[in-house]
């Protein structure tokens, strides 16, 4: 596995890297080498693959800002250190998000160096003289992210540039939106055709588990569709998932354990190795921050430990009694003890701290070097999007059996002789309890009845700036200004 992750060389990075801190789109690279040449055999076109997986890792995307998605969605608080500490993110959860926000701009531009690079495997790979099955993998993978990228994309942003194709001098470079209805059909086309062209999981060495397969692609796929309410659709893509050998893990803190990363329940995770290279904050670094930025502060319960994401009163309160799901998500007052330590609630604004990602001293002695993945897609989750599909057709019977086995694992009773309406209710805080802080909550809270019922719950929590306009984020003022092409969303 390691050696997947790390196969990212400086010749890759001179060849495709996007600037992080320039436009959403950037101009070829203006350097000595030339892409034509480099795309020569298989091993250019692995490490190119590898490349494109490689943004998924920074903190544009899953190293913090789709966690911190939780905070917005009123599952947690922001925490850290208090004054500006932050700020960006509290601003995201107060919805007095301005156009300015730093958070808004990283998850703009945090897909644009994976598109891009993903566009140049889909056209470059094809004319390698190389193994076909190796070649078909590796554009499965290249559909696989292109489509993961832009889903990110369209569900923060609605409309965005659609950009199919490595962008070079003479291209307009500063293209206008797309409806989002296109950017849906290219991710539902790249994902049929990467479900079709990826190896199912079990075929994979130790060194590539972590890669997109075809269960990754069919169950991102269902989630699409869930996400648009096709709930035919849905239902037939996790049936095909229950097919491919997944399972969930006899108990729900094996998810989160860094020793049985990529395990048996796990569609996709996001890879980290506890390699912070050079440095922590650069995007080269293969440490993840989850134990770093969550542990509980002033605890030394971790190495770091900077006290980020608290969970809410409520929150911990939407716990069923009996739900072993508790224990191993957070900590709380009389909580079981954390690598032989008592937890203490002084140690949280909240009086509750996360538990869910982190890692002893013993696995991350020093703050950079966490190994600890992140968790994209899981069985749990699409036994829940199958419970949801049946149920929205209408039989909520039939929703029982998915729904209750993810019960079940939590030592809780199983769920009989309910409405449909009374399903739906359940089946949504199921999700929450079981998907809780895995940057899950905020999508499901902006689907569903058209982000009403989000708005609903996010009210009814104090949240009362949440209205309409923020079911979408705000067009990044510096993208406007160097792009009059780019228009804004309603209400900002």
């Known amino acids: 596995m390691k050696s997947f992750k790390n196969t990212f060389i400086i ?38 693959i590898n490349g494109a997986y490689q943004p998924l890792q920074w903190p544009k995307l899953y190293n913090m800002r789709m966690w911190t998605s939780d905070i917005m969605a009123g599952n947690s608080i922001v925490g850290a250190g208090g004054g500006d500490d932050g700020r960006e993110t509290q601003d995201m959860a107060n919805f007095v998000t301005t156009t300015d926000n730093a958070g808004v701009l990283d998850l ?14 889909l056209q470059k790979v094809p004319a390698i003289d190389m193994d076909e099955n190796l070649k078909n ?6 559909h696989f992210l292109r489509a993961h990228y832009y889903f990110i994309l369209v569900r923060y942003f609605g409309d965005v540039p659609l950009i199919t194709e490595p962008q070079v001098p003479g291209d307009d470079l500063r293209p206008a939106r797309t409806d989002k209805n296109q950017v849906y059909d290219l991710i539902i086309e790249d994902l049929t055709t990467a479900k079709e062209l990826l190896p199912v999981k079990s075929s994979y060495s130790s060194t590539d588990l972590g890669r997109a397969t075809k269960g990754a692609a069919t169950g991102l796929l269902a989630k699409v569709y869930l996400t648009l309410g096709d709930w035919g659709q849905v239902l037939t893509l996790t049936n095909e998932v ?65 006290g980020w994401n608290q969970p ?29 330590q008592d937890y203490d609630p002084v140690y949280s604004l909240t009086g509750y701290n996360l538990r869910k990602f982190l890692v002893t001293k013993a ?23 199958k419970a949801e599909a049946l149920n929205n057709q209408n039989k909520p019977t039939e929703a029982e059996v998915p729904l209750n086995l993810v019960r079940a694992r939590a030592g809780l ?50 949240k009362l700036n949440a209205s309409e306009k923020h079911l979408l984020f705000p067009v990044p ?6 792009n009059p092409k780019l228009t804004q969303n309603p209400g900002y």
């Open 137 to 142: 993998r590796i554009l499965g993978e290249a």
């Open 413 to 462: 009773p199983a769920i009989t002789d309910k409405t449909q309406a009374q399903m739906k209710e359940i089946i949504l805080h199921e999700r929450r309890m079981e998907l809780a802080f895995e940057g899950q909550r905020w999508f499901d809270l902006i689907r569903v009845d058209n982000g009403q019922w989000g708005l609903n719950f996010l009210h009814s929590t104090g």
């Open 108 to 121: 703009f531009r945090g897909p644009a160096p994976g598109i891009l690079r993903c566009n140049m495997v």
């Open 11 to 48: 010749l890759i990075v001179s060849l495709l890297a996007v600037s992080c801190s320039e436009d959403f789109l950037e101009k070829a690279p203006l350097d000595s080498i030339n892409t034509d040449n480099y795309y020569q055999t298989g091993e250019d076109a692995i490490n190119a």
């Open 477 to 482: 003022l510096k993208e406007i200004e160097s």
């Open 363 to 385: 696995v991350s002695p020093t703050y950079d070097n966490s190994p600890m993945n992140f968790p994209v897609l899981r069985y749990a989750d699409v036994l829940l999007m």
């Open 312 to 340: 809410t009163e409520e929150f911990v309160n939407a716990y069923e009694n009996g739900d072993k799901r508790k224990a191993a998500t957070v900590f709380y007052n009389g909580c079981p003890q954390f690598d032989g």
């Open 242 to 306: 229950a097919t491919l050998g997944y399972k969930l893990n006899e108990n729900y803190a094996d998810n989160f354990d860094v020793s049985n990363k990529n395990s048996i329940e796990s569609l996709f995770e996001v890879q980290y190795t506890g390699d912070a290279g050079e440095d922590f904050w650069a995007n080269e670094n293969q440490a993840s921050w989850l134990s770093t930025f969550q542990g509980p502060r002033n605890s030394g319960m971790v190495a770091g430990g900077w």
